[in-house]
DNA sequence: CACACAGATTGACAAACATCGATACGTCGT
DNA sequence: ACGACGTATCGATGTTTGTCAATCTGTGTG
């Protein structure tokens, strides 16, 4: 995936192609908005973080999470996780059920990079 | 690709498992969003877009950013059609060059509902 | 017209992904 | 200790995706 250590010099065309060298976000800025840009790649995903970001409780465990989306328990959990590593949710284990919390600071900075651009 | 059509009921187990029936956003938007996110799921077209809104001229034709990625003409090209198709970037064909630039209003928009969830 | 050049498109292929069913792991109540 | 239940993880499978090399399209220049 993605090789991106090519050294390869711009050609430096006669009418277009100006240099603008290595411009643009640094490289592990565009790697982490990637990643969010990722987990929120899928449909059920947005599902679920809107499910949870508009749930009464503000929180949501898989158990309640399954149902609306019409998907099996172990897919949810496996979504959950990708939303989890991208810092979009937060995991709380409260007895039997793990409840997960939109994490409102990631959606902020989010925006705030795509803002940014 | 995604069932999702499957009527399954709610168990309404005991403790947990509130309701909250069909909350969340609508599932159109979710969509949009998700066309979006996976268009930003990749790092290089996060680079991409990010070289082109960097670019002096706040355009960029295609020469211009295959040599900074280290890729392909083909594969830039690709990844600009994706960018193009969920409202990233506006392609405008002038001579012989193709260029592009970043739609801001859908970046605006992307943030809005970032911070909206 | 013919040639050169920018870009799009196609075909092929490997890697990544979404999904399921089954199974393993924790936690609670009995 | 056992069984029930919520959740995580694993193995398998079909689909999507990123990439390249090659080809096709269109635009300008000789």
């Not at 050294?7 to 976000?25: L, N, Q, T, V």
């Not at 995903?45 to 970001?53: C, E, K, M």
Request: proline letters at 5%.
């Amino acid at each position: 995936m993605t090789i991106t250590d090519a050294p390869i010099d711009a050609p430096a065309a006669d009418g277009c192609c100006a240099p603008e060298a290595d411009a643009g976000m640094p490289r592990d800025e565009a790697e982490r908005l990637a990643k969010v840009g990722k987990a929120l790649g899928d449909p059920t995903r947005v599902r679920l973080l809107s499910l949870i970001a508009a749930g009464a409780r503000g929180e949501a465990c898989v158990c309640d999470l399954t149902a609306p989306v019409g998907l099996s328990q172990g897919t949810v959990s496996h979504h959950m996780r990708v939303l989890a590593e991208a810092g979009l949710v937060e995991r709380e284990q409260r007895g039997k059920w793990a409840y997960y919390s939109v994490v409102r600071g990631t959606l902020e900075q989010t925006a705030a990079v795509l803002r940014g651009l």
